[in-house]
């Protein structure tokens, strides 16, 4: 299905990205979408074949297909990259978008998490023995990566909690510690880990104790324990897994940016990822809605007389998803377009607004969608249950909704002292008013009151 | 406060419009604003003189201030009508937001409803005589006007029911029958009606029975029957009254449009009038966030130790306001932006989203910030509970919320054939993958339930 | 309409109290709801005579009718006071719950607030001249009264945050301040004023700041400055009043209780009169419900070939309403019974549930209700707007949702401690298991996760 | 946890029932909930011997254990089953509430679906042969069962829908037709299915086209052909599984109550088993709260400086959590008492709200705890994640929350008559005393709208 470019969004998108999405669209459309059955077949059943094993052949078919059509790393804009392509996050962003609609058109593009963001950081932060080491084979899909952060028995939503020890021994750096949540270890192909841990932990300032250490996948003392489910779905051979570090020993040369620059590090790659993210699921919540569609118009699915689609509250829940998701598609453009105009700090409140409302709004869609299926949405005949719990971990993975919500709560509240003082100049203007006009008010008490 | 104007409308507005922008915010702020209590002050308490007796004297005074500014008929656009300024939808959608911040401030541009969608409607479907006697001075805001649609005892969501008779005579009409919320007619400067009613009730087509006829306010017959409440507001002197028309009789030549037109009328003049409508709302809906972030970071105020604005509940409140604001702007502006590329009917879909989500949306937002104010918030000494009835209507005004999405749900139904085709293609190009991969799926009978 | 007695409670509602409750809703029917537009046609549209000027004739008759058929003063429960009737808090819960179906049965029956309130205080904590001073004439319904606690400028939510200033002086107390909401001294019936403030500002225990004294509502030095609004409605005669205190002195044995006891007093009135006001919410909501079944069900108001009935949506709303009523209904009365069974301490959660529920969940359906009819819902014609206004004071008054919400979940975390302690035992039975069954579990690491 | 009885039903519960209650309790918080991670770690990982293949061997021990202390078959009660124990609906759904509490408490007990409706059926339907070969082993825990109707091709909310072919031929009915989601046809266990059919297509009226017949598991012609995931989870060895039918032929003393009667006998099974699904769900509401309780209070979560308990947002969750549950345990112990006062039938409104109201709130409740533990919340550590997915396929299961809302929405519609009747005395009344009291009224217009 052609992307929805909306009226606001038309003109900003220059005729190279136009063809780009065009052929992202048909390839999505005619490659990927119709491989999902077959990369499904390819995963072992077996459960102790699922992961560090093999990855589905069609992707190397899909991957050598997009490379070809120039579909490839279209993620990284040149607007910030040196090594990028000349996209603006705004173009990527629809781009991204018809991504969404597909589990394996991100990889087949060289477009997945978490080797968009690590690409991202290694470019932005790593120097050039880093980027060649890392950077070029990731950019030529050659190898995955991992972002090794979450911890188990801390709340990892506050970053500084972060205390997996990296202790300097010499020219090593010496890892202990436990992650999980660690996306992609599962994956035969990754190759490399972007470790965060306390190289400090006496910092007075917690904002210093943190580093990012890049450490080979296969760096002795490094266990990959086991794979977490999300809801049922294990999602082989990618993987969200725990990862032990007993005595990992890399060179010092391995830190990335510098000692005590986590924070500077996280905070830095996450503007326009949280973008990809959200234009993917606007992606996935419009797969939903059109799977609703289809459903509700079966005319094999008459209920009490008439089809589903028929039913008032049907109507109801298509009408509230369109505008819904229209309503988010505007919020995560308009972010990826102040983000080409500023910085992803100057878009700070409009990452913070997509990351929010994107998720729960595509949850909400796709609850919809899995009721007007009955039964069979929530089973493995339509993608919609996956969907659904894929989009879940969205409210929690680079920290919880709440966390957020404060944020931006904090930011709006910034105006306050502004708007404290227009407000009193309003009022003297009135008691001005009042002293010209002669007049005497009745309730002058409750003018007073007002402010 | 200065208009936020959405990166992705930067671009989009012209240094003309920018600065008149400003112009209108500053007008709004520093001569609207400070005279909303005088204007209380100047409307009558005496429940007999509140209608059809005086309005507040200092309206003139800023009408003639806007004017002298050239802050005047901002809302008609030169894009469709003639007569307009040269200003898009899109650029005095911005400028509608200012408006909405405050009571006064669109009458005194002269761009108050029911008068804005009236002069679009004759400057569209009337003849050069009624443009003369009446598009003239409702543009000089020498007279108002009062679209009288809306009957009592029949469902007027579905305007085909609207049945007041309309009967020729020679070379007159007659009007018999009552109509209610009639906005606008309560004031003693409502000069002229337009009248929907039925001249061709046996017509089979339901769509051609209807006409709207241009009646002088005080043709005789004409009762203005009492001033309905809004949530105990009665919204004096505009007024939305019953009026009742005995054996009123007007000439043939007070046809708008023709004979059996109605429909066509009623439908060409929503589209940017609810845009406007939505526009005010989000402004609205900006003061209410502003009242609340003021209110809970008043330092007198704290409840269990800390100030209103530490308690994580309110930050959600101001975050999520933020959020849902700026969101519908999307919505609305996107929507303008789509009249202007196409027309209103090109928009339909964009507009019933506005329509659907901004009244929503700001009753929410303004009721967040009334529950931040405590009982201060639903008296009179804040501006909440009125913003908030008046608000209320806008979930019904132009037809409730439950048709718009009805309307909605059917457009976007539309799409389900090509859909279907779509879908039925990917299907193909699977069964194809399969067998050129010679492979077996173990669930092909799956596969087929995906479709 | 006579109740819905539901079936867990059928059982616990004595014979006299069904043919009490059968009596009062007869009473309601028949005199009370035929008796609202006289009694509204008796109030003074005149602003000047609105308050302390008269009260309709109207109301006298109802009483005397209602006195002579033995309904009166129900609220007060036997089981907590000596001047009580044989009436269960559960029993007279269904009595409230017919009362809310019309503004004036309350008073009708001398079970209105805020008198009811302060009767139960005078009971509960006046001495015997006090109580034959005041609670006798309240009792007798000859005059009314007012609890005047909330003051503007503070956060009253923080009852601590009260401060009047009492102040003695001899054998007087001299009163200083400004109170506002005092709800019911606009009538020129209320005789009484139960005023809260600080006689101990100094006091290092906040709760022991505090005292309640009984003041004469004609003493010198007391002002009622003006009445505030609620949405657009100033409930005259009763009002809603800003009272202002200049030296307003005392004889100190007006005090009730003793000075520093004023939190006591407070914390012990509210339990009852939270429950009789949630089951009046209960009423009214039933109310709303009713009225939107007529409303629908009009063969007049047929929208796109179809009764409003037969809209999907319609059937949700009135489903819905239905359910909200019923379950907002079992809340309460599992409260009130839990008052019976213990006091209203030990129904703290119950109480706070149920004041938090219902006003937000009668909104809900007056509000659908109010979408049903259209724009006839806002205005005077129905009482709708009314009593959603009327609501939505309830979740405000006697502090705000969030103060309650806060409380309860302060006391539902008070179970954390044996929480933890029974997991723990329970993790410990598992190892026992483990052990005894000599198996290896692969998980075990999750198992203590679990814990 | 003892389960929290509320004070309307404490009187209603015999000593028996309590001491019954208590232990109940006690075994599953004992003997159950420890034995979890034994029952899981008891189940095959390889895909292919999950189903038709082996059952945990603890359960075993459970049932020995349960059947020794008398707790067993609780479910049935003897108020409407001769072979049924001594406890009313009411008394029983607060035990249910217990089982709810563990996926392994109902069938330890044998009290778990579809076992106890299928033995309601047989037990209110067989005749004594069916009863002595089906029903006597299923009471004694040796076999299980399935209850086999919903099929994939058609909306199966609409039972009509329902056309597996069941023909007679001579002294049998010969099925042919698939079905799926045959919840607990994965089990060896499983001997007998009650399967749902049309024996009479061709008959007019829809509701009696349709049979039910006994099929054992393993007559020829039957084929499990696959397991149905939820969200993930196949739930093995239990499964929801498709299972095809290919002249399966059975003798016609099969058949249960008589053909044609297969509405009857679904209609009839319902109202009982949804109210223990309904406790159980409560039961499961509530332990995911106690998990948010103890992990918001774990000492070593702090983020921003204090622990998760101290943010606002986190004790509204915990208060409209437990506000949740408990209105929703009112409702559902409300319906099973109006089912021990009258039956199902009387029960309908109570049982559709329960129905309607349980599974959401439940979810609701579920994912605040899930969204409290963050991403620990959605993976396999904690039984949040499979619960809510188990919780999912009630809003579907026994007919979509739409079927119900309408039937609701219908039910209550039937007062319009009686309602619009009363509302007209009442105007009669109102009439009667403008001129008893001799007064005009100024809006008499209005009065007569009010109705």
Redesign the interface.
Known sequence: ?SSEI???????ISPRAKELLAKVTKFV??EC??????LE?QIP???SKRFLNSYPAIIDTLKAKAKKLGLWNLFLSNIHYREGVALSNLEYALIAEQLGRCPVASEAMNCSAPDTGNMETIAKYGNDAQKKQWLTPLLNGDIRSAFVM?E???????AR?INLDIKRDGNEYVLNGTK??SSGAGDPRCKIYLVMGKTDAANPNPYKQQSVVLVPHNTPGITV??A???????DAPHG?CEVSFKNVRVPVSNILLGEGRGFEIIQGRLGPGRIHHCMRSIGVASVA??LM??RV?DP?????GKP??Q??????????S??EI???R??V???A??I??SDAKG?L??I??AK??VPSMALTVIDRA??AH??????????L??M??SM??L???DG???????Q???L??K??KE??E??KK??A??E???QQ?G?T???H???K??F
């Not at 009955?374 to 993608?383: L, R, S, W």
């Open positions: 299905m909306p009226a606001l969004v038309a003109d900003k459309e005619e979408q119709p491989a999902e059955v077959i077949s059943s077996d459960p979450t188990r028995f801390v709340a990892s939503s506050d909690n999980w949540w324990e086991r977490l489910s999300v809801f049922g779905y294990d969200h809605l059109e569609l289809l118009n094999n699915r008459q209920t009490f589903l689609s039913h008032g509250t049907i109507l109801e829940w298509i009408a509230k369109r505008l229209d309503a988010g505007l919020l453009l308009n972010a377009d102040q080409d105009r878009a409140k409009n913070a607004m929010i409302y899995i009721q009955g039964a069979a949405g929530i089973c493995q005949d339509f993608p249950a996956r659904w719990a879940r971990t409210r929690l993975a919880p909704d709440e966390v957020h919500m404060n931006l709560g904090r709006e509240s105006k306050v708007l404290a227009t407000y309003r009022l203007r009135t001005q008013l009042i006009m007049i008010l009745k309730d008490l409750e003018l009151a007002k």
